[in-house]
Structures are given as C-alpha cells and as structure tokens.
C-alpha cells in the first residue's frame, strides 16, 4: 500500500487541493512540522503546469528586464539549495548567450549577468565568461557569422520527478496523497470545511472535513471557486515546448534572443534530445486541453533555424508539449510581462475556516513559496514548528552534488550487465533509491519482465507501490521519459502488467484516464 493512504472521517488539519509542485511541496512542509494533512489530485501527480515546464531551476536572467529582483534574488538563491536537497534529478547547467548587433547591447548583458552571479547564493556554480564562437566548438552547430557569447550557469530539474519525490516524502512523514481523487465542491461549515471528493475510476463519492484549506489548483484555481467570494482572478499563459533528437554534442545549453524580444532556449535533453521553447501566449479553455498550435510549432522552428547551422524541419519533431502558467493578474499588457512572482491569499474571518490561495509561482520557488504557506498556516492554525526543508534531502538525494557521476559508475560496478546509459538514467531518476530497485539482482532476468528501453519489471513495481503510478502514462511521460523511445516499448505488454499488479494490491488502474 502506499505510504500515507490510511483513511479518516475526523477533520484533517490541512486539506489541499492539487497535486503539482506547490501543492506537493505545502504538503510536506505541513506533515513535516505535524500537522495532519490530506491532498486530492483529480488526477496524476503533476499531471498539470508541473510537468510542463522549461525544466529549469533558474533566477530567470530575463525577469530582470521587468524589475523583478525579489523574485529574481530568491530563485537564485534556491538553485543550490534544491540542487543539495535532490542532487539526482537536478543538475548544474552552463547556458551560452551569442550577443547580437541590433539587440539587447553588450554591456546591458554584461550587467544583468554582473546582477545574476552576485545577486545571492551562488557558491557551487561557476560564473559568468565571455566566449568566442569564432573558436569555441560550440560555435560550429550555429550559422557562420557569431561572436562574442556570455556563458552563465543556472540548472535543470526533471519537474514531475521533483513533485512525485515532495509527495513521498510527505507521505513518510503522515500526510495522506489521493490521486485520481477530485474535489468537487468544498463549504465552510463554521470552523471547519466540508469538502466533497469523487473517485475519478470507481466514481465513488466522499465527503471529509479539514480545519482549513489550500488551494493549489495551479491553472484550475480560479474554477475551483468559480462565481463565488473565493475565486481570484488569474492569467492563463500557455508555454509550449518541441524536442527534437540532439542537434549536437555539447553538455552546454543555448539561450537566443529572438528579434521580437522574446528568448527561447536550445537545451539536451535526456542525452538523446534537444528541447526548444517557449511560447507565451495567452490561454482560454480547459488547462488540461492545452496542445501546440501550428503557429507555435512554426514560431518554434523559425527562431531555432535563426541560429542553427542544420535548420529543423518538422518532420524532425519527435514530441511537443504545453503547459498553462496561472500567473497573478497584474494587469500586463503582454503576457511575457506579466510578474512570475507568485502571490498567497489567506482569507476567513476569525471563527471561519481559513482558505489559502495559492496563486502563481515557478518549479524553482515552490519550497520558499510553502515555507511562506506554512506561515500563514501557522498564523490561522497554531504554530507547530519552523523551516525545516532547506537541506533536508529528498528521496534518493543523500549523496553530495559532486559524488553524481562516482554514483553511475557505482551502480555499473554493483549491477555490472547495465549499461552506462541505463546506469546514468536510474541514477538521474532514482539516486540512491536505485539500489533498492535493483536488489539482489546478478542479471537483467532477475529484474523481471522487460518492457523495453531498459524497464523492467522491478522498477514498474517500485513505481506502483511507492508512487501512485496507475497507468503507462504515468510511468512513460512522468515518472520516466522512457515514452521518448515509444517505439522500443511493448506498451500493451506494460499497461497488462500494470492492471494485473494493481488487481493484485486491490487497487484500481486507472481506466477512467487512459
Ligand atoms: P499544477 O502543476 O498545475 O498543479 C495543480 C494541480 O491541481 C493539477 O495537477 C491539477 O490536476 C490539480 N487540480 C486542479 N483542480 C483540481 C480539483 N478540483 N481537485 C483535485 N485536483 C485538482 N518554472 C520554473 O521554475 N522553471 C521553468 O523552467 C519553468 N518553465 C515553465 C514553462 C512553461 C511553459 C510553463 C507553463 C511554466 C513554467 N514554469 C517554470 C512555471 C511552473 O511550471 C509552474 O509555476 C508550476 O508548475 C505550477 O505548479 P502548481 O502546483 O501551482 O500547478
């Protein structure tokens, strides 16, 4: 059974809804410090924004341009520290700038990077350096012509891992994660919510009590209290992204400036992949029904063919996804511009349930965004205890930053018949925890049925009893990428297992959601 999962009637004292990133990451600050907390998610964890996004925990070096120096200062400062805590899923990345005649000048670069390494926190990653690609080998993959570039470091986080690993360890630490569970209305009732659930596979309907509430429903929270005093307006922005197979072999990541003013970035991916975007544009609809349009797609591919020697076509696209940021209504009038800060609203009168809304916010800041949470928590609920999350790692995360590729080699010595790319993937994904998959095993048949790409059967198993995977989907697109090697898997062959393992446990796959 997953860890967590007992069932109450007795009001909880903290009931959140959704189950991305700041919603995962409220609820283990909350179980941290004892609170009793329960968490819906209508459907897989980060299944919405969180699973989305650039991938990057990063200052934003282009937020600068909007003034926005506490944000900025802030996710700077959270680089290293999420690095510390999940040194497996989050790497170090060197991104490189080509200067431009005709855009941003020199020295307004020069400046903003100036601002983004002595802004805070930096100590680990190494600073800014003028490049030239005139003779960096780098400078080959881009039409002739580039010179001067500014090379600057940030890093990359494997997003939905990040929110799974946040709901495990809030899990090991009492609070109670229900995917696939919706919240479909939720009313005070004096001092307590009364919030109504529906089972989104079985349908079964259920009602349970919290003494207050969080909202982080991501793009969705202004619907969760749609037409009444709750509701807060928000600003849907979709950001779509394309990966293509790698289009060159360099660990260091672009950042191009577009003529419109906008950037986009050129980043590996998963070894084997390049990921371009983004787009900004603003979104009306379902959030869950966001896709690429082909104006995207096209945007896309001419601002990446501007710099590129080999110029891509879209027969080379090999996935696409989007994502809608619910950002805070400040009254921008172009959707890049508008604040990626993020804003909490904490209301309830005194003897009236509290409600906090959670408004905003980026993968980068979500464990400042729930120490601030918890603030107000503590405010309307009692204090209970202070920040705790900085330094405390995540699962599979005990090993300091540097030892990541002694750990690859490790495992290779332990499990000698991996490969070193089956190796580098486990550890990325699973960091130490990749033992415990791996157990006794002498040879790839003791790892159970091989579904291709390197999964076998244990590792879908660790995946169903200790994060709530229900589906192929949520083992090939967020628990792993392994879906970019569709072809190499037997999905029929997996989506059985997984129905039949599930049967096993009495836990239903998610039929419903496929
Ligand atoms: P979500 O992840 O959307 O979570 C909300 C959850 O609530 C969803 O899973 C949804 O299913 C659930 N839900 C909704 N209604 C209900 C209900 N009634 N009952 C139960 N569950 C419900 N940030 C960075 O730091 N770095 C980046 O590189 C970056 N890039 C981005 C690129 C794009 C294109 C976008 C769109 C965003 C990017 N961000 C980035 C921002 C970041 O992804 C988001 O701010 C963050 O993921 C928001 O998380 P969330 O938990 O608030 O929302």
Redesign the pocket.
């Known amino acids: 059974m997953t860890p967590g999962n007992e069932h109450t009637t007795d009001p909880v004292d903290l009931f959140i ?7 995962c990451g409220i609820a283990r600050d909350a179980a941290g410090r004892g609170f009793s907390v329960t968490l ?4 897989d964890l ?5 699973s ?7 200052g934003g070096l282009r937020y600068l341009e909007h003034y926005e120096f506490r944000l900025v200062r802030e996710s700077l400062i959270e680089r290293e520290v999420l690095w510390g805590m999940a040194p497996h899923i989050i790497q170090p990345m060197r991104f490189v700038l080509p200067h431009h005649k005709g855009l941003r000048p020199k020295w307004l670069l020069r400046l903003g990077l100036f601002l983004y390494d002595s802004l805070g926190g930096r100590k680990k990653l190494p600073p800014t350096a003028t490049r030239d690609l005139a003779t960096d080998p780098l400078g080959k993959v881009l039409r002739p012509g580039h010179g001067t570039a500014f090379e600057y470091s940030d890093c990359t986080v494997d ?1 939905s891992r990040l929110v799974v690993l946040n709901a495990r360890d809030a899990a090991t630490r009492g609070a109670m994660i229900r995917t696939r ?3 479909t209305s939720a009313q005070r009732e004096g001092a307590v919510w009364r919030i109504e659930l529906t089972d989104q596979i079985s349908g079964a309907e259920e009602t349970v009590f919290a003494r207050m509430l969080v909202n ?5 929270v202004e619907q ?1 209290f749609k037409g009444q005093p709750e509701a807060h307006a928000v600003r849907l922005v979709k ?3 394309i990966v293509v197979r790698k289009l060159y072999d360099d660990p260091r990541s672009f950042f191009f400036q577009n003529a419109d003013g906008r950037i986009i970035f050129a980043i590996p991916y998963k070894r084997e992949f390049t990921l371009i ?2 787009t900004d544009a603003d979104f009306a609809g379902n959030p869950g029904d966001a896709e690429i349009s082909e104006g995207e797609t096209d945007y896309l591919i001419a601002a990446a063919n501007e710099y590129f020697a080999t110029p891509i076509v879209r027969g080379d696209i090999v996935w696409t996804y989007s ?4 950002l805070y209504d400040d009254g921008a009038s172009k959707a890049q511009e508008a604040t990626r800060d993020y804003v909490l609203k904490l209301t309830g009168e005194a003897g009236v349930a509290p409600l906090l809304t ?1 408004i ?6 979500y464990r400042r965004l729930s120490e601030e949470a918890l603030g107000h928590v503590q405010t309307a609920l009692g204090a209970r205890g202070g920040d705790w999350t900085a330094g405390a790692g995540l699962p599979g995360g005990d090993f300091a930053v540097e030892q990541f590729g002694e750990k690859i080699a490790q495992l290779q010595r332990d499990y000698p018949f991996l490969s070193e790319s089956d190796s580098w993937r486990l550890v990325h994904s699973y960091g130490t925890e990749a033992w415990a998959i791996l157990g006794n095993a002498t040879d790839a048949e003791a790892l159970g049925r091989a579904f291709g790409a390197g999964l076998y059967a244990a590792e879908v198993d660790f995946l169903i009893e200790r994060e709530w995977v229900r589906t192929v989907e949520d083992v090939l697109w967020r628990r792993s990428k392994l879906g970019l090697h569709g072809e190499q898997i037997d999905s029929a062959a997996l989506d059985a297992y997984i129905a039949a393992a599930l049967d096993r446990s009495g836990t239903k796959a998610a039929i419903a959601q496929r």
């Open positions: 809804i959704g189950g991305g990133i700041n919603g819906a998610e209508k459907d980060a299944s919405g924004t969180s989305a996004s650039t991938k990057l925990i990063h997003d569970t919706k919240v982080a429903a991501g793009p969705w969760t950001g779509s992204h975007g983004t994502g809608v940021r619910p959670v905003g916010g980026k993968i980068t800041t």
